[in-house]
């Protein structure tokens, strides 16, 4: 099972960058999918969620409003749109697939829960 992210960059505050991740091996249509993130000397933080339906999504506060969290079961991909990046977005970026169909808002932003991780793709955001 391989989970491959890309998508990211350097990119101006205020700027839009989308990230994609693909996974093989397996189809995870039927599993809920993450985003998170990482900076410099911090903790991996929840960034957003969606049910493998893509009916039901959560989002970190610090990012409401300017990132969405998307999915295309067909491709077996995730997507993150991020806009009005600010500088404080900096950090590489990680998908994560959750194993089991029922959408939990707690479990989904819990990265213990997740089961399967990508390699992370760095964004960079420049002031």
């Known amino acids: 099972v391989q989970l491959q992210a890309s998508g990211g960059g350097l990119v101006q505050a205020g700027g839009s960058l989308r990230l994609s991740c693909a996974a093989s091996?397996?189809?995870?249509?039927?599993?809920?999918m993450g985003w998170f993130r990482q900076a410099p000397g911090k903790e991996r933080e929840f960034v957003a969620a969606?049910?493998?339906?893509?009916?039901?999504?959560s989002y970190a506060d610090s990012v409401k409003g300017r990132f969405t969290i998307s999915r295309d079961n067909a491709k077996n991909t995730v997507y993150l749109q991020m806009d009005s990046l600010k500088p404080e977005d900096a950090a590489v970026y990680y998908c994560?697939?959750?194993?089991?169909?029922?959408?939990?808002?707690?479990?989904?932003?819990?990265?213990?829960?997740?089961?399967?991780w990508g390699q992370g793709t760095q964004v960079t955001v420049s002031s």
């Open positions: 994560a697939v959750l194993l089991g169909e029922y959408y939990s808002d707690y479990r989904a932003r819990r990265k213990d829960e997740y089961d399967y």
């Open positions: 091996g397996r189809t995870f249509s039927n599993n809920v």
């Open positions: 969606i049910s493998w339906s893509g009916g039901t999504t």
